[in-house]
């Protein structure tokens, strides 16, 4: 038997009103106004997929290092290098056991991170392991664009195997079909999508029929036994078209959550399904949809472990946790829509030293520290002496690692003058509850409520952007915890 066993999700802190949207341009078209009702999920300027990945993974596995896993699957369509495996920079960060651990991305539809739990079941089923799949989604969009109302930021995790399972496999099936209700060439930031009625006539209501048929008639489960419908669509009159052509009770209808959080795109399927493992109940039967060049379509029995197991803040918790943004320039100069003048300090040379990153990959990727084995004393990054003054000794750290690790804030500058995509720049010394102490950026502060003795939690982001040669560096910053 095989199925879930963990699951998890992030969502960006920031959430973008959508009236400002179209406050903003319905001088230009006038009908965005209809689709302002509500807020979206906003990345951060130092967010993107990598790094809300890893929060969805720690939501879901916690951050404990040297895990386990036979496998770890990163779905996007919005990926950060082409010619980088996106997801070996997250096995690194979450401190894997990468001693016998494949790594994959999965891209360029929209159904990626179905196709990918697909995957992932097929490792499990094999006898491999236990694997996670994570599917995160940061898709730019045109300034007064359909897609700018409705899509947002955010990201889910899903981990299977054969033991202690929240929810059993009873069925999937695939059907692929060269449908092409949106599109984005090489080369090109932006998505270009086709009639919303011909995609929902000819899509929606033909293509998924097709395939939630053939999988009900395969598993010999009846529709109406379906207790959750996971149909993510940008279009919001479909899941419930489908739900009565298919005979299912209303009740089984997913929030497509387009109002508090807009379509994660690739990500949504996952986050929805993550999202409605939380309200299900021992016996109930849910049925995942993904769209995309075809159909996915994946069956599971939720468990009695459903009633007692939760991630450490799911869904709810990061809808819970949202601060509404109304800063619509905010938003277009985090995701680089348009071109507005930096300072000189923002010019500086950020090239990237591959050699140098690489040695340290260690301190930058996983955030470990040395624990020196004669007086126990922490610090960080590892050296070859001890820093304690009592003791000094010479190679006797072993790694410590840092993630999971809090501390609070003993000095903390607020500061103007250097370059900041969100200033002012936030930095200062954090000491570690375990040990050890560091001078770290810290984000996402308020300044109403930050100051001296704060607590703190580490979280990878991004550290620079080389605009230049396209390249990013990622380190670990400090953030109020709340």
């Known amino acids: 038997m095989i199925g879930i066993t963990a699951y998890g999700a992030y969502l960006p802190r920031a959430r973008l009103q959508k009236q400002v949207i179209a406050d903003a341009n319905a001088w230009f078209d006038s009908g965005l106004r209809g689709l302002a009702k509500g807020e ?41 290098f082409a010619d980088r495996q996106n997801s070996v920079v ?60 409705l899509y947002g930021d955010g990201a889910a995790a899903i981990a299977v195997g054969c033991d202690n ?11 692929p079909v060269d449908f092409v209700d949106h599109y984005r ?16 006539d000819e899509g929606y209501l033909k293509i998924v029929p097709r395939a939630v048929t053939a999988l009900l008639e395969r598993t010999g489960i009846a529709a109406a036994d379906i207790a959750h419908f996971v149909m993510p669509t940008d279009q919001g009159t479909v899941p419930g078209t489908l739900v009565k052509q298919f005979g299912m009770p209303g009740t089984a209808v997913t929030d497509n ?34 769209f995309g060049q075809g159909c996915d379509a994946l069956l599971f029995r939720a468990t009695a472990r459903i009633a007692t197991w939760k991630p450490a803040r799911g869904v709810s918790g990061a809808l819970a946790a949202g601060v509404a943004e109304t800063n619509y320039n905010k938003f277009q100069s985090f995701n680089n829509l ?16 591959l050699s140098a990153m690489y040695r340290n990959r260690a301190l930058a990727n996983s955030f470990i520290g040395g624990k020196c084995t004669s007086c126990q004393t922490v610090q960080i990054p590892k050296a070859h002496y001890c820093v304690n003054p009592e003791c000094g000794a010479y190679d006797t750290q072993e790694p410590y690692p840092m993630s ?21 720049a936030y930095f200062g010394l954090v000491v570690f509850d375990c040990g050890g102490r560091l001078m770290m950026d810290m984000t996402e502060v308020d300044p109403a409520t930050f100051d001296t003795g704060a607590t703190v939690s580490v979280h990878f982001r991004i550290k620079q952007i080389d605009s230049q040669r396209g390249f990013r560096k990622y380190f670990w910053k400090a953030v109020p915890v709340r």
Not at 130 to 141: I, Y
């Open 90 to 149: 997250l096995a690194e960060a979450m401190n894997l056991d990468t001693t016998n651990l494949r790594t994959m991305d999965v891209t360029c539809s929209q159904r990626a991170s179905t196709s990918a739990l697909l995957s992932a079941l097929d490792v499990a089923a094999a006898g491999r392991g236990d694997a996670v799949v994570v599917a995160s989604e940061h898709r730019l969009t045109k300034c007064a664009s359909r897609e700018e109302m």
């Open 338 to 353: 348009l071109e507005k003048e930096l300072g000189k300090r923002s010019e500086l040379d950020k090239n990237a030293f």
């Open 257 to 290: 959550l387009l109002q508090t959080v807009g379509s994660t795109g690739a990500a949504h399927p996952l986050v929805l399904l993550a999202h409605r493992l939380e309200q299900a109940k021992p016996g109930d039967l849910l049925l995942l949809v993904g």
């Open 165 to 175: 399972l929240l929810a059993e496999l009873v069925g999937s099936i695939s059907q």
């Open 185 to 200: 060439a090489e080369g090109r930031d932006y998505d270009t999508g086709w009639e919303e009625r011909w995609v929902r």
């Open 40 to 80: 979206k999920a906003m990345c951060n300027w130092d967010e993107d997929t990598i790094t809300m990945a890893t929060e969805a993974f720690a939501d879901a596995m916690g951050r404990a290092p040297g895990q386990t896993l036979a496998a770890v699957i990163l779905a996007s369509t919005s990926l950060p």
């Open 404 to 424: 999971g690790q809090q501390g609070k804030v003993a000095t903390w500058t607020a500061d103007r003058l250097t370059f900041d995509f969100n200033p002012p």
